[in-house]
T-cell receptor, first 114, second 118 residues
């Protein structure tokens, strides 16, 4: 069964600290994996898109990694800011047919305290 | 460039009623996807429209339907509302879709329509 599991479910860190969010998936065949940031009451915003051949991709203070062999991805946030408080959602796309399917994680709720 | 807009932003309906939500994609984008987001189920894919045709569909009952117009604007309709339909409904647009094989299009989400069914 194709699934996407994110951990932890929620996380509280102090401003300025680093943190890492995890995403494990069983989706096959794999096409790409995306990390989204969703602020409360707003739509998700894309942070990174990673394909099978990419191991690391950065977007400012956000760095995503992908290990396609172990089917794991992580999102590392450096020097956290209050504005990083949001839900981070991992989405995996398969390529099993001409039109693929997408699988959502439940998200990690990150809270950054001053 | 204007982003994805959704109207209305908030809606309160009662069981049994029907509702129509509207989405205007980013100019030039031909693909519009709809998602339902609830605290219990998270984000779930409803359907995708491309060039006025439904190209992909998630596992939702037939009460959920949609359409896309020639200007790429899309509407989503839910008939015979149930309490469980209370959710944030998100619309997202992209150039040619994110579910086409080997497509790495960016997908841009609107702010959503918060539907409450009483």
């Amino acid at each position: 069964k194709n699934q996407v599991e994110q951990s932890p479910q929620s996380l509280i860190i102090l401003e300025g600290k680093n943190c890492t969010l995890q995403c494990n998936y069983t989706v096959s065949p794999f096409s790409n994996l995306r990390w989204y940031k969703q602020d409360t009451g707003r739509g998700p915003v894309s942070l990174t898109i990673m394909t099978f051949s990419e191991n690391t991709k950065s977007n400012g203070r956000y760095t995503a990694t992908l290990d396609a062999d172990t089917k794991q991805s992580s999102l590392h946030i450096t020097a956290s800011q209050l504005s990083d408080s949001a839900s981070y959602i991992c989405v995996v796309y398969d390529r099993g047919s001409t039109l693929g399917r997408l699988y959502f994680g439940r998200g990690t709720q990150l809270t950054v305290w001053p | 460039k204007a982003g994805v807009t959704q109207t209305p932003r908030y809606l309160i309906k009662t069981r049994g009623q029907q509702v129509t939500l509207s989405c205007s994609p980013i100019s030039g984008h031909r693909s519009v996807s709809w998602y339902q987001q609830t605290p219990g189920q998270g984000l779930q894919f409803l359907f995708e429209y491309f060039s006025e045709t439904q190209r992909n569909k998630g596992n939702f009952p037939g009460r959920f339907s949609g359409r896309q117009f020639s200007n790429s604007r899309s509407e989503m309709n839910v008939s015979t509302l149930e309490l469980g339909d209370s959710a944030l409904y998100l619309c997202a647009s992209s150039l040619s879709g994110v579910l086409v094989r080997e497509s790495y299009n960016e997908q841009f989400f609107g702010p959503g329509t918060r539907l409450t069914v009483l």
